[in-house]
């Protein structure tokens, strides 16, 4: 493997990752206002989250930083295969 593959994959890479972890921002500061508007979401359990169809809002407001960790790896690992089978030269 080449210098220029290798580079492509760590830039599809990290690319990948930057764009996980942006979305994860935006989902944590809309699981932000979702609770500022329905206080309630803040304290109900994770059953009644996954229910009322808020369990992502749950997520992101009890647990941000672990969410923005796993939003960029699965973006990483998007990015990667994206450009590694999908787009070619």
């Known amino acids: ?3 220029k593959e290798r580079l492509k994959d760590l830039a599809s890479g ?5 764009i996980g972890y942006g979305y994860s921002l935006y989902r944590e500061i809309a699981a932000r206002a979702n609770v500022a ?3 309630e ?8 989250a996954l229910l009322s169809d808020h ?6 407001y009890h647990f941000p930083n672990e969410m923005k960790i796993i939003y960029a ?9 994206l450009f590694k089978y999908v787009v070619k030269d």
């Open 14 to 18: 990290v690319l990948g990752a930057g």
């Open 37 to 39: 508007v329905r206080p």
């Open 41 to 48: 979401l803040a304290k109900v359990d994770w059953m009644t």
């Open 1 to 3: 493997m080449e210098m």
């Open 55 to 60: 369990f992502e809002d749950w997520l992101f």
């Open 73 to 81: 790896a699965i973006g990483c690992v998007a990015g990667y295969l």
